[in-house]
């Protein structure tokens, strides 16, 4: 594919640096974020009570809804997140620097902080998110206590462009794709970050061709995949 024939269209809520600078991008949000304030709060006095050691937040969403919440972060709590948006996001919010694992997934994630012998946890999540993350913490041994934060709601666009390739990086945003997007550019290259989302992609996307995954979990692989497509 030549990167003159290159349409790339994002539908996630908010566009994440490394593919701000694509040419050919277009950012069609399909999702957008509800915060619960209540359950902010929450998470705000568990992280503050002085009974939990350890803490991952899993997005920049729930970063920036928890900072609404929580004025400083409390220095006895170890905070992770996984990949580099999510800590980049909460570096700016908190000024510290999280543990990232080698392996941006929830069992990556499990096995540093079980490996960094956390104790009491706490994960603070999207509603939409699955349980893999703590069932895992649970089985290295580690209490945990999950609180969502905030609720992804598909949103239907007003119109979706015409695109050569689209990047669908959730369950959530891969099944409003299908509603509201693929069909109207059935022949796209779709391009899935992770084996969550292809799942949903296949099951909602009925008729779906190839699906291509980055090597890893992560925007910075997903550029790289794009640049091997002939795009940006």
């Given at each position: 594919?030549e990167?003159?024939?290159?349409?790339?269209?994002?539908?996630?809520?908010?566009?994440?640096?490394?593919?701000?600078g694509?040419r050919?991008?277009?950012?069609?949000?399909?999702?957008?974020?509800?915060?619960?304030?209540?359950?902010?709060r929450?998470?705000?006095?568990?992280?503050?009570?002085?009974?939990?050691?350890?803490?991952?937040?899993?997005?920049?969403?729930?970063?920036?809804?928890?900072?609404?919440?929580?004025?400083?972060w409390?220095?006895?709590?170890?905070?992770?997140?996984?990949?580099a948006?999510?800590s980049r996001?909460?570096?700016?919010?908190?000024?510290?620097?999280?543990?990232?694992?080698?392996?941006?997934d929830?069992?990556?994630?499990?096995?540093?902080?079980?490996?960094d012998?956390c104790r009491?946890?706490?994960t603070?999540?999207?509603?939409?998110?699955?349980?893999?993350?703590?069932?895992?913490?649970?089985?290295s041994?580690?209490?945990v206590?999950?609180?969502?934060?905030?609720?992804?709601?598909a949103?239907?666009?007003?119109?979706?462009?015409?695109?050569?390739?689209?990047?669908?990086?959730?369950?959530?945003?891969?099944?409003?794709?299908?509603?509201h997007?693929?069909?109207?550019?059935?022949?796209?290259?779709?391009?899935?970050?992770?084996?969550?989302?292809?799942?949903?992609?296949?099951?909602?996307?009925?008729?779906?061709?190839?699906?291509l995954?980055?090597q890893?979990?992560?925007?910075k692989?997903?550029?790289s995949?794009?640049?091997?497509?002939?795009?940006?």
């Open positions: 594919m990167s003159g024939q290159c349409i790339v269209a994002y539908f996630g809520p908010e566009l994440p640096a490394e593919l701000s694509l050919g991008l277009v950012w069609v949000p399909l999702v957008h974020v509800r915060p619960r304030e209540a359950d902010a929450r998470a705000a006095e568990l992280l503050a009570s002085g009974a939990y050691d350890c803490a991952a937040v899993t997005s920049p969403r729930g970063v920036e809804v928890l900072r609404a919440a929580l004025g400083r409390p220095g006895r709590v170890r905070p992770y997140c996984i990949g948006g999510t996001a909460f570096a700016e919010a908190f000024g510290l620097t999280p543990r990232v694992p080698e392996v941006y929830s069992a990556g994630l499990a096995r540093a902080m079980a490996g012998g009491r946890a706490i603070i999540r999207s509603s939409a998110g699955d349980d893999e993350l703590e069932r895992a913490l649970l089985s041994g580690v209490d206590v999950r609180v969502d934060v905030y609720d992804e709601l949103a239907a666009p007003p119109e979706v462009p015409h695109f050569t390739v689209a990047v669908v990086t959730s369950s959530v945003i891969a099944r409003a794709f299908c509603e997007a693929w069909t109207r550019n059935p022949r796209a290259t779709v391009i899935a970050m992770g084996p969550k989302t292809e799942a949903a992609l296949r099951s909602s996307c009925k008729g779906l061709g190839e699906v995954m980055p890893e979990r992560s925007f692989a997903i550029l995949l794009l640049k091997a497509l002939g795009c940006g």
